[in-house]
């Protein structure tokens, strides 16, 4: 009997048994495209996002359908990402990953290390749609595990930026960010802004690694001792130290972060959109949020402040989609070189969350969007060239998660600054000896 | 008792009691009707302003809930019965052992409910995949199979526990199978019991994410805790969706709670007390 054929005969047993059934499930199955449209072959998707992604997503996945008639696309979105890992672990260890599923640079690794993934570069470079020029270089070396070969295909290229409240700067005299701005300029106006009896400050921030690497960058240090194999955070390091330092001490020192009580009580993006923050650092999934939420004051994007002396950078945010190994990574990848294509990533662009990592979408109107704020867009597209990756090891995101809660500790001072460094380090040096050798 | 004391034993203290536990499903429904785009109320307020049904209709709108309705009540109306049945079997049985077996088998109960829920998802991700479930609800309705938890056997079993020796032995002596003592004698005596792991049951089934999570594939086969979920990532401004959602998704566990205490008993309070026999 085949595969196929048992499948329906067991479909048909439960189908007796409940009603509201169908049943889905045919990443396994190992027919083979035909481009016949009356027997399309199934392909399972899934990603995570919000309703309104979703809805971007399930109108990208229409327009594909509608020219790949013989390709059935059956999508599962979760919300999170931490569902969405939860998902695909179990989904690769019961040997019945999904073809194709989004996923942050941070956390593809732990996939890639085990050999699960189809590696995207022979794909791309027999592609007669799509080329690897197309798209903006940082976001693609974020994805090539080894150095060299592209393991999966980045969508965007989101990057850590200042969202302000221009009436709050203007209102106080302030400059508005704008490129070459410093870090004096950056606490002088956090400083300006700082009104801790009616709940106002001037900067917020969440305390995680991802938010200190810039900082750290720019003032010329480093987080880790080797990018592509890292063994420990070097936070000790003196010019890590500085931008670390400088960092803590927003909230140690100057007070111009909310502290833990307040932060607790009113989170940053909704400070942000009552007027009470002057400056929130986010990447560009923000802008739907504070469009739909902020009708009182204008608010605009400006760029990452530059350490003194220091180089201007910022850290990449930016998710791609993978094809599992075991599924059916041929009909896998003509979704994504239809998603990568002008059609796909304008459709997406369109949802005002993402910045296209191909880059002539980047530059139109689709999403520069020169109608809606935030006006200076273009902050995400000038730092391209100089936007910086953490490591995207197998052990990185489960680092991350751990060092980030010491992080917090130590930036809210409920853990004194050089004991919580040193706990850091040792929490980051032991996760990283788990990792697996390549 | 003094009357004083009686009148706050028996009503000011249930209607305090019970306040607090409907308070918090008042403010969920009143939050629903508030108009979507509104900024979230800085204070109480007892009649939202502009009060509408459009969060629902949005919510509609954004996502199929009629689909993931229709799901989960698919999965409880299976699942809930069938955990019964197998539950108050099983803890029937041990009921029957001998002392040390019905130790052991206690034991052991408690020692797979120790087992982190974790630890099961991938073989059992296996063992669906082999079956070719994977994707539809079925694997959400499994569990019941082996009585949901082992808690609602042991339940079961304590129940069981109740009925004395004597009254099993001569319902043997008159001829009865084993089948028949548990179905005409031992069930019709642990009413109560049943009410409990049905409830459980319910509450286990209609609010399980994890499972829906791991096993379904597509929305069309989405239940109601895997659906809404996204609503969590919703705009301040968009509350009164997910309170919205939070209704779709309440409103049938207080029904299914209000059904039962009827089924049972007219005075959910001597069923507590003096058992329903």
């Known amino acids: ?438 | 008792m003094g009357s004083a004391e009686k009148l706050f034993a028996r009503h000011i203290l249930p209607a305090v009691l019970a306040g607090l536990f409907v308070l918090p499903l008042i403010a969920m429904l009143l939050g629903s009707l508030r108009p979507v785009g509104a900024p979230p109320p800085t204070g109480l307020e007892l009649i939202p302003p502009g009060a509408t049904f459009e969060g629902f209709r949005r919510l509609t709108q954004l996502l199929p809930v009629s689909t993931y309705l229709r799901n989960s009540v698919a999965v409880t109306t299976l699942a809930v019965p069938l955990s019964v049945l197998v539950a108050a079997l099983a803890g029937f049985g041990i009921r029957l052992l001998d002392h040390r077996a019905k130790v052991t088998a206690v034991v052991a109960s408690l020692l797979v409910m120790l087992v982190p829920a974790s630890a099961l998802w991938a073989t059992r991700f296996r063992v669906y995949a082999t079956l070719e479930l994977i994707g539809s609800v079925l694997p959400l309705v499994a569990p019941a199979l082996l009585g949901t938890t082992p808690f609602l056997v042991l339940i079961y079993a304590w129940a069981f526990h109740g009925i004395p020796d004597s009254q099993l032995h001569a319902a043997r002596l008159e001829g009865a199978s084993t089948w028949t003592v548990w179905r005409r004698i031992a069930m019709p005596q642990v009413r109560a019991a049943t009410l409990a792991v049905a409830v459980l049951a319910f509450t286990f089934h209609w609010g399980n994410f994890v499972d829906a999570l791991l096993y379904l594939r597509g929305q069309e086969n989405y239940t109601l805790p895997l659906g809404l979920d996204t609503l969590k990532l919703l705009r301040p401004t968009e509350f009164p969706l997910l309170l919205a959602g939070a209704v779709v998704f309440t409103v049938p566990s207080i029904a299914v709670f209000l059904l039962a205490n009827r089924l049972f008993d007219d005075d959910p309070a001597r069923t507590l007390r003096g058992g329903t026999h």
């Open chain 1, 1 to 438: 009997m085949t595969r196929s054929a048992r499948r329906s005969l067991s479909a048909l047993t439960l189908l007796l048994a409940l009603v509201a059934t169908a049943c889905g499930g045919s990443s396994a199955d190992e027919e083979s495209s035909t481009g016949d449209p009356t027997d399309p072959t199934s392909i399972e998707v899934v990603l995570f996002g919000g309703p309104a992604e979703v809805a971007g997503y399930t109108r990208m996945i229409e327009a594909f359908e509608a020219v790949n008639p013989d390709v059935d696309v059956l999508l599962s979105p979760v919300a999170k990402q931490d569902d969405l890992l939860a998902n695909l672990t179990t989904a690769f260890a019961g040997g019945q990953p999904p073809d194709l599923f989004l996923v942050n640079y941070l956390k593809y690794g732990q996939f890639a290390a085990q050999g699960v993934l189809a590696d995207v570069q022979p794909y791309l470079d027999a592609s007669e749609q799509i080329a690897e020029a197309d798209f903006a270089e940082p976001s693609m070396d974020a994805f090539r595990f080894d150095g060299e070969n592209l393991t999966c295909m980045p969508q965007n290229i989101s990057t850590l930026q200042v969202y302000y409240n221009v009436d709050l700067f203007d209102a106080a005299g302030l400059d508005h960010p704008t490129a070459g701005w410093t870090w004096e300029d950056f606490l002088a106006a956090g400083r300006a802004l700082t009104v801790p009896e009616d709940g106002q400050y001037g900067i917020g921030v969440e305390a995680s690694v991802q938010r200190i690497a810039p900082f750290i960058w720019s003032a010329g240090g480093d987080l880790v001792d080797d990018q592509l194999a890292p063994t420990t955070l070097t936070l000790d390091d003196p010019d890590t130290r500085t931008g670390l330092d400088f960092f803590l001490d927003l909230q140690l020192e100057e007070g111009v972060v909310p502290p833990d009580v307040e932060e607790q009580s009113l989170e940053s993006e909704e400070r942000f959109i009552a007027g009470q923050l002057g400056m929130y650092l986010n990447s560009r999934k923000s802008v739907p949020t504070l469009r739909e939420s902020i009708s009182d004051f204008t608010w605009d994007v400006g760029p990452m402040p530059t350490a003194p002396g220091g180089t201007p950078t910022t850290v990449l945010h930016g998710d791609a989609y993978c094809m599992s190994a075991a599924a059916q990574p041929d009909v896998a990848w003509r979704l994504v070189e239809f998603a990568m294509g002008v059609e796909g990533q304008t459709i997406l662009a369109e949802s005002g969350r993402t910045v296209p990592s191909r880059l002539d979408v980047a530059n139109s109107p689709a999403f520069l969007e020169p109608e809606e704020p935030p006006a200076s867009a273009q902050v995400f597209l000038d730092a391209i060239p100089t936007v910086r990756s953490l490591p995207h090891t197998a052990t990185w995101s489960q680092m991350q998660n751990e060092v980030d809660d010491q992080l917090e500790d130590v930036f809210y001072g409920r853990v004194d600054r050089e004991e919580g460094i040193a706990r850091m380090i040792e929490t980051a040096e032991s996760i990283f000896a788990l990792e697996l050798p390549q």
